[in-house]
């Protein structure tokens, strides 16, 4: 079973800095797509940034030049990396491992880290 396990939400003051951290278990770094997803009270859940196994990454436009995603495939983990937090940043941050096998798409969620950004 994958489990993912995230860390490194907290508080910070807008133009502040934080840094997440997922780690998967298993083998799922080399057959998954990673992302992060955030998900605001009353709003759908939306991707922030993901990476695919070999390396490419997407990014919201919202946090293109703020954000870096990154994976370490010999610790399992991956990384977001953000800079210049603003208010609409405040959001419940999630992990996600997506692949397709076949017809058939896996996907699995972290429990959720929260990063709240206010003065």
């Known amino acids: 079973q994958v489990q993912l396990v995230e860390s490194g939400g907290g508080l910070v003051q807008p133009g502040g800095s934080l840094r997440l951290s997922c780690a998967a278990s298993?083998?799922?770094?080399?057959?998954?797509?990673m992302g992060w997803y955030r998900q605001a009270p009353g709003k759908q859940r939306d991707l922030v940034a993901n990476?695919?196994?070999?390396?490419?990454?997407n990014y919201a436009d919202s946090v293109k030049g703020r954000f870096t995603i990154s994976r370490d495939n010999t610790k399992n983990t991956v990384y977001l990396q953000m800079n210049s937090l603003n208010p609409e940043d405040t959001a419940v941050y999630y992990c996600?491992?997506?692949?397709?096998?076949?017809?058939?798409?896996?996907?699995?969620w972290g429990q959720g880290t929260q990063v709240t950004v206010s003065s």
């Open positions: 298993g083998s799922i770094f080399s057959t998954h797509v």
């Open positions: 996600n491992a997506a692949r397709t096998l076949l017809w058939r798409k896996f996907v699995y």
């Open positions: 990476i695919s196994t070999t390396g490419n990454t």
